[in-house]
């Protein structure tokens, strides 16, 4: 969240929180801002997430740090096809890497929880691999949705932009590079999208988040009144992308129907959503006993709220407490599970000791 902090959510407050995350600042004495507001990413994660991390018990957060692969200890390899109760006699075996130091580490748990989200950026490429020279050039695309009106503003005023996308985060930036057109009459960008659709962006019928209405509709219209500047193309695919770092330009091949069309750029704006960050868990079976995906990227052409993963992060603590009282966000919020239980659903063991079963 915090690398697109600028945003504002399209959700107000009241749907970020849950009642045992209100109950634990609460009890800090921490303020949070009024439930009808609408907070920005980084609001949420400076006012809410941060605060709450704080809050636990010393060494149950390893921050900085990325989990490299999660599996099963000790069994052969290629033994998917055991059945989900043989391999649960086995604890997750996991491999993590600090990001800073380097230093590996290896772990034991009964479970695990993976919140890893959806937010590896997908590819602008046909079919949703990646373009060719895609991966050689995603360092200079912008894959999370830029602050062109602030600090990102350099690389798109008076300068020539392709936007890649038909979502929200696509008619964000629609809109923000329309007021730089307005500001230097040298910008300009080209927006396309692989649907057939005379306009870029799908609106919900009574779409029950007012603001990506709004925001939706403003970029649909702005298409239709075909400014100066803004270019429009349906149907189009991206094939190849390439940077030239010394001409610090961008030259791109694009399928148009079945026309091919060449063009350069500034900047490249890739708004396509995101994919799963999954290769961590491919040692792993499809049902695997203990282990709880809290989904967001599950479902890739489902959008994924916060209110979603509070849902199923309930979900899932009712069924590995067993107990049906066991529900984090009763009203009142009643929390039956102590924190050191919590403590030890992330065990740490060496190495050595495991090794000698499991
Ligand atoms: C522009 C934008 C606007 C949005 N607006 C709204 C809105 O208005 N309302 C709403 O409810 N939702 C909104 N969402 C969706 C919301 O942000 C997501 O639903 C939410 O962030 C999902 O939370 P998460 O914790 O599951 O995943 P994420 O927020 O994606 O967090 C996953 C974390 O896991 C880390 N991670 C990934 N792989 C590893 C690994 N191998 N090891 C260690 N860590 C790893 C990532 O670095 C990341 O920090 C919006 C999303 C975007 C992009």
């Known amino acids: 969240m915090r690398s697109w902090?600028?945003?504002?959510?399209?959700?107000?407050?009241?749907?970020?929180r849950s009642p045992l995350g209100e109950?634990?600042?609460?009890?800090?004495?921490?303020?949070?801002?009024?439930?009808?507001?609408?907070?920005?990413?980084?609001?949420?994660?400076?006012?809410?997430?941060?605060?709450l991390v704080n809050t636990l018990p010393p060494g149950v957060a390893s921050l900085?740090?990325?989990?490299?692969?999660?599996?099963?200890?000790?069994?052969?390899a290629k033994d998917w096809?055991?059945?989900?109760?043989?391999?649960?006699?086995?604890r997750f075996r996991i491999l993590t890497r600090h990001l800073d130091t380097g230093e590996e580490r290896h772990w034991n748990a009964?479970?695990?929880?993976?919140?890893?989200?959806?937010?590896?950026?997908?590819?602008?490429?046909?079919g949703s691999i990646p373009a060719i020279g895609e991966m050689g050039s995603r360092g200079q695309i912008f894959d999370d949705i830029p602050d062109i009106a602030g600090r990102d503003r350099i690389h798109f005023l008076g300068?020539?932009?392709?936007?890649?996308?038909?979502?929200?985060?696509?008619?964000?930036?629609?809109?923000?590079?329309?007021?730089?057109?307005?500001?230097?009459?040298?910008?300009?960008?080209l927006w396309v999208t692989r649907g057939q659709s005379e306009l870029p962006c799908q609106v919900m019928l009574n779409d029950p988040l007012s603001r990506r209405d709004v925001i939706l509709k403003k970029a649909n219209l702005l298409v239709a009144k075909k400014p100066q500047g803004l270019y429009?193309?349906?149907?189009?695919?991206?094939?190849?992308?390439?940077?030239?770092?010394?001409?610090?330009?961008?030259?791109?091949?694009l399928q148009i129907g079945k026309t091919t069309r060449r063009i350069s750029c500034d900047s490249v704006v890739s708004a396509v959503g995101t994919r799963p960050h999954s290769g961590y868990i491919l040692e792993l079976s499809g049902s695997e006993i203990g282990f709880y995906r809290i989904a967001d990227g599950t479902h890739r052409d489902m959008p994924f709220y916060l209110e979603d993963g509070q849902k199923q992060i309930r979900d899932a603590f009712r069924e590995v407490t067993g107990g049906s009282g066991d529900d984090l966000y009763a009203f009142?919020?009643?929390?039956?599970?102590?924190?050191?239980?919590?403590?030890?659903?992330f065990v740490q063991r060496p190495h050595v000791i495991a090794a000698e079963g499991a």
Not at 35 to 45: I, L, M, N, Q, R
Not at 81 to 90: G, I, K
Not at 166 to 189: H, K, M, Q, S, Y
Not at 232 to 253: C, E, G, H, M
């Open 232 to 253: 429009f193309l349906n149907s189009t695919q991206v094939d190849a992308v390439r940077y030239l770092i010394d001409q610090k330009k961008f030259y791109v091949t």
């Open 159 to 189: 300068k020539r932009t392709l936007l890649v996308g038909c979502g929200p985060a696509a008619a964000l930036c629609a809109i923000e590079l329309a007021r730089l057109i307005a500001v230097n009459p040298d910008t300009g960008f």
């Open 64 to 76: 900085g740090t990325k989990v490299v692969g999660v599996t099963r200890a000790y069994l052969p």
């Open 332 to 345: 009142p919020p009643i929390r039956t599970l102590p924190k050191e239980q919590g403590a030890r659903l």
């Open 23 to 51: 109950q634990v600042l609460g009890e800090l004495g921490q303020e949070l801002p009024s439930k009808s507001v609408y907070p920005t990413g980084g609001d949420v994660a400076t006012r809410y997430l941060d605060p």
């Open 5 to 16: 902090g600028h945003v504002s959510l399209f959700v107000p407050w009241s749907c970020v």
């Open 81 to 90: 096809a055991l059945s989900p109760e043989l391999r649960s006699t086995r």
């Open 110 to 126: 009964d479970f695990v929880f993976d919140c890893t989200g959806g937010r590896a950026p997908g590819w602008i490429g046909s």
